[in-house]
């Protein structure tokens, strides 16, 4: 006889966050604390919160304020970002982060061995199962999903991916 738990995962949690490095731990810690609540396993809480890192890292380093017409005001009123995450009905994990956008477009590449940065990118697509961005007037939103149960393997892809994330930065 099997027993099965049924196990309570908010649909989804939408945050704003501020643009620039501070938001960053407050979203990571309130993302664990969630899904660790939720009966997520710790490995994939750690994948999901260093994927929410990475995309949060990209949006306040290359990507504008969200308006105020699109929900871009954070707890002082200053223009934020937007952080998300949803577990569905088949156990998966989607991460999304949406800011005002910016002057460029993601668009792939391999960082040198050298470069200080552009692996965060590569770091989400080895730790995701599918990853994209989605555009929409005045913002943009780049998201990622993985399995919700532990023990599913994740896509290791070598194929280029956007780059544009210093790891430096992050600490």
């Given amino acids: ?50 994927i929410l ?11 504008r304020p969200l308006s105020r017409e699109n929900g871009g005001r954070d707890r002082e009123g200053a223009g934020g970002i937007r952080a998300a995450w949803r577990v569905d009905e088949r156990g998966r994990l989607t991460v999304e982060v949406t800011d005002g956008g910016g002057p460029t477009r993601p668009f792939p590449a391999t960082p040198s061995v050298t470069a200080r940065g552009g692996r965060g990118l590569n770091i989400i697509n080895a730790l995701s199962q599918d990853w994209g961005v989605r ?37």
Avoid: C
Wanted: charged share 20%; proline share 6%.
């Fill in 1 to 50: 006889m099997a027993l099965v738990v049924a196990q309570e995962v908010p649909t989804s949690s939408i945050m704003a966050v501020p643009h620039g490095p501070a938001g960053v731990g407050e979203a990571r810690h309130r993302m664990r604390k969630e899904l660790r609540t939720s009966g997520v396993p710790d490995s994939v809480i750690d994948d999901a919160v260093l």
């Fill in 135 to 171: 555009d929409a007037v005045g913002e943009v939103t780049v998201w990622a999903a993985l399995s919700a149960r532990a023990g599913f393997a994740t896509r290791v892809d070598p194929a280029p991916v956007l780059a544009f994330t210093d790891l430096d930065e992050l600490a």
């Fill in 53 to 63: 890192s990475e995309l949060l890292s990209n949006a306040y380093r290359h990507g």
